[in-house]
């Protein structure tokens, strides 16, 4: 296998390794890797996300319940904040969107409670047109409130506004069912492919505010591709790290433990990992449970496993094990940025990971910059890219 390195020169893989983790030192060294958009091209996350908009129990909640399931009080009222133009650390025109799609999709929410006949689910078919704008605005809100994460992070104490809160009341094996829906869709699937939008029906009848022109501005896209592609190259240089040179390796991930545990059990990276090598956020779970039967909450257990706090865990994980972390992969510099950074300082290898060449250095501008003073950073610096 070739990789190339920042400096836009292709190498044998095994060439790179020697140079910079050979085996004597590999032994010695941790290796983490972040999962979506990194391990798997897709962000695993949001597919099981939108999974469980189609999950019956989505919709047994009261709507005033819901709403506040959606966004949260104090999330809320920082919001309303922003669109008044009274806080400036918030965008007025993305705290304005956010508490107008809120709107939106408790109408939504409450138009289809209404249409619940004689404690029949009903259709919950992605494509009807309820539930298809539902989606497509549920989707646009967390596209939103992912943007605003930093501010979210700096006014509650590091805490995140996660998709997991969707998950509370939830037992262990429904999110595995879940995942593994999902895990199991190929392209020949007739919902492969889901188109997200609007519907005429819903405008007067939902009272529906928000149109996918004010949406569209914001860059999300309402084709979704639902099939999991794992990136092989990844898998290749985790397996080498691994296998070959004989490192530790750990999954680090934002997203919920389960969600990644039963991701890797899907795919072809179970060979690679197992459950105890997963590093990810964990929420409160009912303690009045036993421990198969336990239902999740709402809370996050402590902090997400984001950012920081991923530098933080691997290197704690690393000095209780006598390793150094010298060997990172992701594909956000916001978050998987100060894990890479680590193992360049530590003298090891930075994989990142996006669709262009372009667009990682475009992404990774501050992380490169940060690192620029390091001995041969640029050569430790390999890329795989997803779409060239």
Not at 211 to 222: A, D, T
Not at 357 to 366: A, K, L, M
Request: proline share 2%; net charge negative.
């Amino acid at each position: 296998m070739r990789v190339e390195n920042l400096d836009g020169e292709r190498h044998d893989l095994d060439d790179v390794l020697d140079e910079y983790l050979p085996g004597d030192v590999a032994e010695q060294s941790l290796v983490c890797s972040d999962m979506d958009g990194t391990m798997f091209e897709n962000d695993i996350g949001l597919l099981v996300f939108l999974e469980k908009l189609s999950d019956p129990s989505l919709w047994y909640h009261s709507p005033d319940r819901f709403a506040r399931i959606l966004i949260p009080n104090k999330y809320y009222k920082l919001l309303q904040e922003g669109a008044r133009g009274d806080n400036s650390f918030l965008n007025k025109e993305d705290c304005w969107m956010a508490l107008q799609l809120h709107l939106d999709i408790v109408n939504l929410y409450k138009l289809r409670r209404k249409k619940m006949r004689g404690g029949k689910n009903g259709d919950l078919d992605i494509h009807s047109p309820l539930i298809n704008e539902f989606a497509y605005k549920m989707m646009a809100l967390d596209a939103i409130m992912v943007k605003l994460d930093r501010i979210f992070m700096q006014s509650f104490d590091g805490q995140l506004l996660l998709r997991t809160r969707h998950f509370a009341a939830k037992r262990r094996d429904q999110v595995y069912q879940l995942v593994n829906r999902v895990m199991a869709r190929t392209e020949e699937s007739e919902d492969s492919v889901v188109s997200l939008g609007t519907h005429d029906e819903n405008a007067e009848e939902a009272d529906q505010l928000v149109s996918e022109e004010q949406v569209r501005i914001y860059g999300f896209e309402p084709v979704q591709d639902r099939v999991v592609r794992e990136v092989d190259d990844v898998r290749r240089i985790i397996a080498r790290l691994l296998y070959q040179q004989n490192a530790s390796g750990r999954v680090v991930s934002t997203n919920l433990d389960l969600i990644v545990k039963a991701a890797l059990r899907s795919s072809n990276y179970s060979k690679l990992f197992k459950s105890r090598d997963v590093v990810a956020t964990t929420q409160y779970r009912d303690s009045a449970s036993d421990n198969n039967e336990y239902r999740l909450q709402a809370r996050v257990n402590d902090k997400p496993v984001f950012g920081a706090k991923k530098a933080e865990l691997a290197d704690k994980i690393a000095g209780s094990r006598r390793l150094q972390l010298r060997a990172a992969l992701g594909d956000s510099a916001g978050n998987d940025g100060p894990m890479l950074e680590r193992a360049l300082i530590n003298e090891g290898i930075a994989v990142l990971v996006g669709q262009s060449r372009e667009q990682i250095e475009r992404s990774f501008e501050r992380i490169i910059d940060n690192v620029s003073d390091l001995p041969d950073v640029n050569k430790r610096i390999l890329l795989v890219t997803t779409h060239e």
